[in-house]
């Protein structure tokens, strides 16, 4: 079946970067489903970051997140990246990455920012 | 800015109907997709535009739309149908396609 697996938790100080990982299975990486990322503070709902294309390298950034955010692949390992760039406290929160029009997800990463 | 809103908290007696909604602009021109997301979980595709259930959702799972309006409804409401439930679409209005969430909606089944 269609599987996302995603890297495990992370813990970054403000003003570090974090890169996660989204491995893809049970589907070929590069047909036309595009990679969405997006995030979910505690208590808080769902926030779109972007989406990538597997197949072109094509991206596409929230306004919010435009600067900061690189979304890439590594095609041989069916897998999709998300980078995030100086981090501050309000970007702890739960990433998921999700396939197409988002089916299925992957379990999500918790990233948290603290000093 | 695009955006979708979605009902405040609902609760829902076991075996009972409810209808969640979500509206915006955004909806006329692309319908939406909804979602569940169970306490600690990841969110879960439960509805596709024009009534289309992905693969597993059960049947008492229905959708519409109208104008800027898209309606899920949950026919007969059981224990694991409680979460908080997600209404997306797409926005072609910037440089590139983009999605939009509503707020989400907290269906508590009594």
């Known amino acids: 079946q269609v599987q996302l697996v995603q890297s495990e938790a992370e813990v970054k100080e403000p003003g570090a970067s974090v890169r996660v990982s989204c491995k893809a299975s049970g589907y070929t990486f590069t047909d036309n489903y595009d990679i969405n990322w997006v995030r979910q503070a505690t208590g808080h709902g769902l926030e779109w970051m972007g989406w990538m294309n597997p197949n072109t390298g094509n991206t596409g950034y929230a306004d919010k997140f435009e600067d900061r ?5 590594d095609i041989s390992i ?8 100086n981090l501050q406290s309000e970007d702890t929160a739960v990433y998921y990455c999700a396939r197409g029009r988002f089916d299925p997800w992957g379990q999500g990463t918790l990233v948290t920012v603290s000093s | 800015s695009s955006q979708l809103t979605q009902d405040p908290p609902v609760s829902v007696a076991l075996g009972q109907t409810v209808t969640l909604t979500c509206q915006g602009a955004i909806l006329r021109y692309f319908s939406a997709n909804w979602y569940l997301q169970r306490p600690g979980q990841a969110p879960v595709h439960v509805m596709s535009p024009k009534n289309n259930r992905p693969s597993g959702i059960p049947d ?4 519409s739309d109208s104008g800027t309006t898209a309606t899920l409804t949950i026919t007969g409401a059981r224990a694991d149908d409680e ?3 997600y209404c997306n679409s797409r926005d072609s209005s910037g440089r590139h396609p983009r999605w939009v969430f509503g707020g989400g909606t907290k269906v508590t089944v009594l």
């Open chain 1, 78 to 85: 069916s897998t999709a990246y998300m980078e995030l760039r």
């Open chain 2, 83 to 85: 979460g908080d439930y």
């Open chain 1, 69 to 73: 955010v690189t979304m890439t692949r």
């Open chain 2, 60 to 63: 008492r799972f229905s959708g």
